[in-house]
């Protein structure tokens, strides 16, 4: 897919939530089994990195519903017990330039912050698999203002302070750099690059184009770059609708993105037919009919073929495969692809 040539078939691969998974195990899927192999889909698997400033995580508040944390990166939240939820936001500590100045002191790119002994254990066995081995990058607007610093800071800060802004995406990408750099020089290679950099929401961006351009786009055509001088490819993730960013997103020359999300307004199709020849579109499935059989089965056959030709195209949903999504309906899904998938 990565060459932009017809292979045998479309890859899938996807990530159900952790609620998704218990969900088709009370269904009928055998507990110790991959859902990977249980369906007879794709995988990666991925390396990570620590990259945070190393501040203490610790556990405030612990209760049935409920757990209150503070992070690593400084950041109080609350932890919902439910099926599947995503944290509160309480309070930041890295919310001005001066305590980033203090975090940034605390980053610094030590061989202790990668997991070796995980590395030993399994890349000769990726290896002789064949795996599809993904390096996680963590840099940007979206793990910024999400996991560090807040919302409403960061937006503010695009606007009036706007050095100190591109000194986080700098400082996030060198570390990663460094980390990721060491673990290729020992010889643990891997063919791509991947990070998260949400810019839009429903039918907008988070900031303009020309914003885009002058403060996040050259960090991430630095990435780009990097990964490419080491022969490895290059592959971002951007929820919302991000339409707007798309002519300078593909102008970094990243290879592939995801998750192309149709229900905030993103049109895979109008994507594969300006940029379909350089850019893998992996994702354009809209996950809110995943829910309904009939209404998946039909998006999939009316999309598919026309985002898999040529190649360049990975199936997944525009996002993640919620736990509304049954064991039956997932098995039409992937049943679904493999038949209009086939070249």
Known sequence: MYEHKEADRVPIIDSPWAGTIRRWRREGMPEGVDWTEYFDVDRMVGIGVDITPRYEYKVLEDTPEYQIVRSNWGVTMKNFKQEDSTPQFIDYKVNTPEAWEEA?????????????????????????????????FWFGFDVTHSWMAGTETILIALLEDPDWVQDIFATYLRQCMDLFGMIWDAGYHFDEINWPDDMGYKGTTFFSPKMYRELLKPYHKAAVDWAHERGAYARMHSCGDIMTLLPDIVDTGVDALNPLEVKAGVDPVKIKGEYGDRLVLHGGINAVLWSDKDAIVSEIERVVPILKQNGGYIFSSDHSIPNAVSLENFKAIAETVKRVGKY
Do not use: V
Not at 111 to 135: C, H, M, Q, S
């Open 104 to 136: 940034k002191a605390r980053m610094t790119p030590d061989p202790d912050r990668i997991n070796w002994d995980y590395l030993k254990a399994n890349y000769d066995k990726w290896r002789a698999n064949g795996e599809w081995i993904t390096a996680g």
